[in-house]
């Protein structure tokens, strides 16, 4: 069984940065993409992005395009989402997924296993 816990959230003026992380248990992410979502009160849960088991970003939504980044670290078996210029529109849970199957970077309904989440705030 995998289990993901990110921490990093938290209250943040806009401008400002934050780097989440999502550290996995019970499985080794070193053949596995990797994602981030996010869900803000009162909205769909929306992807944020992902990268592939190699490392490279890919598919990041346009509304985090020139300001988030996720990179992974295999030795730590922990992926991260830097967010840098936070917006109040950015004030979210953040989730990281894993999909159950190597190699191939999933869909964004292709993602199997979940964090709980971490709360980001980005006050105005």
């Known amino acids: 069984q995998v289990q993901l816990v990110e921490s990093g959230g938290g209250l943040v003026q806009a401008g400002g940065s934050l780097r989440l992380s999502c550290t996995a248990s019970?499985?080794?992410?070193?053949?596995?993409?990797m994602g981030w979502f996010r869900q803000a009160p009162g909205k769909e849960r929306e992807f944020v992005g992902g990268i592939s088991w190699r490392g490279a970003t890919a598919n990041l939504a346009d509304s985090v395009k020139g300001r988030f980044t996720i990179s992974k670290d295999n030795t730590k078996n922990t992926v991260y989402l830097q967010m840098n210029s936070l917006k109040p529109e950015d004030t979210a849970v953040y989730y990281c997924?894993?999909?159950?199957?190597?190699?191939?970077?999933?869909?964004?309904?292709?993602?199997?296993?979940w964090g709980q989440g971490t709360q980001v705030t980005v006050s105005s």
């Open positions: 019970g499985r080794t992410l070193t053949y596995y993409a």
């Open positions: 997924a894993a999909p159950s199957f190597t190699l191939r970077s999933p869909s964004a309904n292709e993602y199997t296993y």
